[in-house]
């Protein structure tokens, strides 16, 4: 007889994912393959709801509620034409840490009659690992270390036969970064202020004593610091980040940061494929990522599209089974 309890799930569920500087909406349902995902639509509204995150008391802006409010109700009206069977809410880094934070997710939620769960870093860096999981381009790999950066938190993850045995969340997000060490983001990046960043960026890897060995595991990148930086090497060669190749090398990254810091905000922000709304980050990021490559003894990574929310929706559809 035909088992019908192993047929996957046919029907969509949708992920709202309140990041630092974006918030994303997923719909999605199983794949034919166990443990894979189908994408039935997604949309990114660029809303950096995080400024302030690098200040010792760190408050959401009335301005980044209010935008917060706007984005979000106009994903959940998205997700519903959709019918999905559940729709969750996630907040990461900047809803975690700031003093209002409980006062913003109790207005989302009389706003949208959903709840939004505040995720820990823990949780945050486990959910991002079980997304990466999905991706087909990485079926083939075993053992692996990823990172994700946000606008305030830097996620580490190791995988070992595909499952997550190291997964940590670290306050190395390039909002929080930019804010601590960039005096005046519209301006050149100077080399003292490269330094200061690289110095505490090695110093909090250190101290959390993250194991990158061995050096011949992959290392795989997600997070819309790595989408930008994709996004402006693929226009060099005029041709779409879609069909770029996911691999990106130190010397890559290295170029690209140079180029950035010796520009203003302005001539950035007239760079083909550099979205304007991380135009003044983007230099703080890959100075981050750059040192982190270092640290870990990789010449290259593999950039991945799949993610925290691609973790949330395969957590939904497992407990429809």
């Not at 760190?58 to 729709?87: D, M, W």
């Not at 930008?228 to 090497?233: G, I, K, P, Y």
């Not at 760079?271 to 490559?293: C, Q, V």
Request: net charge neutral; charged share 20%.
């Amino acid at each position: 007889m035909f088992d019908t309890r192993r047929m996957p799930i046919r029907e969509n569920v949708a992920v709202i994912d309140v990041g630092s500087n974006s918030i994303k909406l997923l719909v999605a349902q199983s794949g034919e393959k166990p443990g894979s995902l189908e994408t039935t639509f997604t949309e990114t509204v660029e809303t950096r709801i995080s400024q302030g995150i690098g200040h010792q008391s760190p408050n959401l802006t009335e301005t980044a509620i209010s935008a917060g409010l706007k984005s979000i109700g106009e994903l959940v009206r998205l997700a519903y034409r959709y019918q999905p069977k559940e729709i969750r809410m996630v907040a990461t880094s900047a809803v975690r840490e700031a003093l209002n934070g409980l006062e913003f997710v109790e207005k989302v939620n009389r706003a949208t009659g959903l709840e939004m769960h505040i995720l820990s870093g823990k949780e945050e860096a486990a959910l991002i690992g079980k997304g990466l999981a999905c991706d087909p381009q990485l079926s083939g790999m075993n053992r692996f270390v990823q990172m994700d950066i946000g606008g305030g938190s830097l996620e580490l993850v190791r995988f070992d036969q595909r499952r997550i045995v190291h997964a940590l969340s670290l306050r190395l997000g390039t909002v929080r970064l930019a804010e601590q060490f960039v005096e005046n983001r519209a301006s050149r990046v100077d080399s003292a202020t490269e330094s200061s960043i690289q110095t505490h960026v090695e110093n909090s890897i250190r101290k959390s004593k993250f194991d990158f060995s061995p050096t011949s595991d992959p290392m795989v990148a997600t997070g819309g610091a790595f989408i930008a930086t994709r996004a402006v090497l693929a226009a060099q060669v005029d041709t779409k980040m879609e069909n770029s190749p996911p691999t990106l090398s130190i010397n890559q990254i290295a170029t690209l940061k140079t180029e950035l810091m010796g520009q203003t905000l302005q001539e950035r922000m007239r760079i083909p494929g550099l979205p304007s709304t991380r135009a003044d980050i983007l230099p703080t990021a890959l100075i981050t990522i750059e040192k982190i490559m270092q640290l870990a003894g990789r010449n290259q990574l593999i950039h991945s599209f799949y993610n925290l929310r691609h973790g949330v929706a395969t957590e939904m559809l497992e407990s429809l089974l």
